[in-house]
Structures are given as C-alpha cells and as structure tokens.
C-alpha cells in the first residue's frame, strides 16, 4: 500500500540543507531527488528528477526536488 502524502516536507528540506554545502561542490545545477531521509539521485532537469522520484517512490508518495543552487532564486509575480 502506497504512504500517504505529508502534508510538508520538513524531513526531505532538513537532509536536503545538511547536504548542501558538499553537494554544491559536487552537483551544483543539477536537481536533487530527496526522500525517506536519502539523495536518490541528481538529474539533469526537473523532469527527469520527476521521472525518477515516481520510478523510486510511486503516485502518491511525497518526495522532493530542489536544484542545487547557492542561493534560492526570488520570483515576482505583478
């Protein structure tokens, strides 16, 4: 049976914001899939990530990806 999506992902940013300084050396740009508590992989794009993390986890399990980038882009919507 499938986990049941959480309603964060605290525990994924956590291990994602532990990791980063060394994987800004090793995977700067690239998108990190994170979940239960591991990096699954780093990818190219946001959809190969995407691709791997339902691959990994399925529909309907909560994974994360975030690009490896030193400081988070800001957007603003007018």
């Given at each position: 049976m499938a986990e049941k999506p959480k309603?964060?992902?605290?525990q994924e940013l956590a291990w994602y914001e532990?990791?980063?300084?060394e994987w800004l050396n090793t995977?700067?740009?690239?998108f990190a899939l994170v979940?239960?508590?591991?990096?699954?992989?780093?990818?190219?794009?946001?959809?190969a990530a995407f691709e791997a993390?339902?691959?990994?986890?399925g529909i309907g399990t909560a994974f994360l990806i975030k690009q490896v980038v030193e400081h988070?882009?800001?957007?603003?919507?007018?």
């Open positions: 309603a964060s992902l605290q532990s990791n980063k300084a995977h700067l740009g690239k979940g239960k508590k591991r990096a699954v992989g780093f990818y190219p794009t946001y959809e993390g339902l691959e990994e986890f988070e882009p800001v957007f603003v919507i007018y």
